[in-house]
């Protein structure tokens, strides 16, 4: 494989790319007229504009990127997330135009791309699932009954699909029959599948994912789980690896089962299995990403394992370089999501222009991002800046490092979720451990952060203050230090890639 095409955009694009120069294969970036400045479109050793800014007509545009492979004598295609990575359709249509697919079949996509079959799948492998329903609802009044028997609160989720889009939680029987076609109606619209089926609600639950990898040739490991239970919206902003909470019995019980999952469907290539785990650290199978994960960088800081490198070798026909019994922890390691979002006014995305932006750098960072300063963030797509992630010896340091990081990282032009991390790293429950995917319901209030805010103020003033008594110069005011531009959100709330 001398060529590959990122069908990606930032700061994952990049991603890929920096693994592909150090294995000595070329790499073609595809962009949109939005992106045409984007730092991976400058990169990459050669770039095809696809069209227009909007997905549909530049990263989703399946055939566009195939005769755009063809062109240019690419060897394999490597989706990133988001986007096609997880399109069946489009893997196929990958292999038959003779172009290697960095990722899973079609088939392995198929099976769990549907949260039914994908139950289905793995119950011949006695992997502990939810109690509920595992086939789509038909019988309104059969599954009332069936959730009696369940006990309330229930769940009712979208079979296809994710990030919270149909779903709906069930307090009482009244309620059930209204929030199931509120479930069916978003999922349709979402997903084009009004498929739902219903399980139990498990209460006070933490989110945790088992990353795995597997070739071709029968091989299959868990490079251990990430917590990924400070969500908002469903969707993750901090996550973490390893767990604070599980013990290292729980671990391998959860990485065996996780591996099952992938032998469940003939997965190779990279994957993970997310888990949802109780109270009483009993956990059951929610779901397969069939693809890389956003969060997998704290999965190559504790193991040392480049995953998009192992991914590459996989889709070349190579065996795993190495087996379950070489993989060892190594450390804490912890990432934030920086958004273009404010926490102020129930995160929602924010735009305008980086007038500044300054990475943090030091022991133990790493910043993925696809950034740089004067760019615009885009409508068009997620709002993610980077990725910020800290490695240390153990969970405290990490935090440290991520906090000292978040203090050192400079952006302005928009509103971030950098305040909203910095609060969550420094709450009590995160630091002791004890939380779960209701941590932003149960924690936070907007403003938290206004009064963190005009400390701040507060102490930069204090700091010039301090400065100008030893200098001649005079004291900048508090307009002409302020780095923090606040625009008003012309975003609607939409779902992202």
């Not at 959860?254 to 190779?268: K, P, S």
């Not at 005011?477 to 012309?490: D, F, G, L, R, Y």
């Amino acid at each position: 494989m001398k060529k590959i095409l990122v069908a990606n955009r930032g700061e994952i694009a990049l991603r890929v790319m920096r693994s592909c120069r150090e294995m000595g294969i070329k790499t073609v970036a595809v962009y949109s007229t939005a992106d045409r400045n984007s730092p991976h479109v400058k990169y990459a050793d050669e770039a095809v504009c696809l069209g227009g800014p909007q997905s549909s007509e530049s990263y989703l545009n399946k055939q566009k990127i195939i005769d755009a492979c063809k062109q240019l004598g690419v060897d394999g295609i490597h989706p990133g997330y988001g986007f096609l990575s997880e399109n069946a359709e489009f893997c196929r249509m990958v292999t038959d135009a003779g172009i290697t697919f960095i990722g899973p079949s079609p088939e392995a996509m198929e099976i769990m791309g549907s949260k039914l079959a994908a139950k289905a799948a793995v119950k011949t492998y006695n992997i502990p699932l939810v109690p509920g329903l595992d086939v789509a609802i038909t019988d309104v009044e059969a599954a009332k009954k069936l959730s009696d028997e369940i006990g309330y609160p229930i769940l009712i989720k979208a079979s296809a699909g994710g990030g919270g889009k149909g779903m709906r939680v069930v307090e009482e029987p009244s309620q059930f029959e209204e929030q199931m076609n509120l479930a069916v109606s978003e999922a349709t619209s979402a997903f084009g599948d009004g498929s739902v089926f219903i399980e139990k609600y498990v209460l006070s639950p933490r989110h945790i994912e088992i990353q795995v990898m597997a070739d071709k040739h029968g091989n299959s490991v868990y490079l251990f789980e990430r917590d990924c239970s400070v969500q908002r919206r469903h969707q993750k902003v901090v996550e973490e690896a390893p767990s604070a909470v599980l013990t290292p019995e729980i671990r391998k019980a959860m990485g065996e089962c996780a591996v099952d999952v992938a032998r469940a469907c003939n997965y190779y290539n990279a994957g993970t299995v997310e888990f949802i785990v109780d109270d009483k650290l009993n956990f059951y199978f929610l779901e397969m990403n069939t693809r890389l994960q956003v969060e997998h960088p704290v999965t190559e800081m504790i193991s040392g394992v480049d995953l998009v490198k192992e991914q590459i070798r996989v889709a070349r026909g190579e065996k795993l370089s190495f087996t379950q019994d070489e993989l060892k922890i190594n450390g804490h390691a912890l990432e934030i999501r920086v958004y273009a979002e404010d926490p102020q006014n129930n995160f929602l995305p924010d735009i305008g222009t980086l007038t500044r932006y300054r990475r943090p750098y030091g022991l133990g960072v790493r910043v993925d991002d696809g950034f740089e300063e004067g760019m615009d963030i885009p409508i068009y797509y997620d709002p993610m800046i980077s990725k910020l992630i800290t490695h240390g010896k153990d969970r405290t340091e990490a935090i440290e490092r991520m906090i000292r990081a978040i203090d050192d990282y400079e952006v302005a032009g928009v509103e971030t979720t950098l305040g909203f991390c910095k609060f969550v790293l420094q709450h009590d429950a995160f630091v002791s451990g004890k939380f779960d995917t209701g941590f932003v319901k149960d924690h936070f209030k907007p403003e938290y952060l206004q009064t963190k805010q005009g400390n701040t103020e507060e102490e930069t003033l204090a700091a010039l203050l301090a400065a100008a008594i030893h200098s001649d110069k005079p004291v900048a005011t508090a307009a002409e230090t302020n780095t923090t531009t606040t625009t008003q959100s012309k975003w609607r709330e939409r779902r992202y890639q």
